[in-house]
């Protein structure tokens, strides 16, 4: 499980003195145990990537906003961090490759958007990790 590497990692980081690295995995385990509690279950590895994405957005809209650079260069370590425990995510022409079984589907949609929830549950469906504005970006291509 998920869980089980972060923890592993953080106990890695300890021993090496990596501080940053032993911090940034505290607030990632803490949030895991926190929804897990929440939820009275233990947390699942889709719960634990959703935990690390909600994390890596919150840093980059902060690191967006600041000033200062020695905050910018930590936040950016972070987010290295955090992106280390994430899989993959794949490109525009990946996800095309991938969208050729909807093809007809989504040149037949009436517009960008219908074709995007189209594209998203038949990658979901397949497992595949990808980001929003990736799928829309192929979308397009495939409609074009």
Sequence with gaps: MLIDELRKRRTEAL?????????????????????????????TDEDCLGVIRKLVKANEETRAMSTDDTQ?????????VLNALL????????????????????????????ATGIAMKHLKA???????KVVSQAVRDVRA
Excluded: F, W
């Design 126 to 132: 397949s497992g595949a990790a990808v980001d929003g």
């Design 72 to 80: 910018r260069a930590t936040l950016t370590r972070e987010i290295e």
């Design 15 to 43: 021993k090496a003195r990596d501080m940053l690295t032993k911090e940034v995995l505290n607030v990632a385990i803490g949030e895991i145990d926190t929804l897990a509690a929440r939820h009275k279950r233990d947390a």
């Design 87 to 114: 899989p993959a995510q794949l490109g525009v022409a990946d996800v095309v490759a991938m969208l050729a079984p909807v093809r007809d589907a989504l040149r037949a949609a009436g517009n960008d958007g219908q």
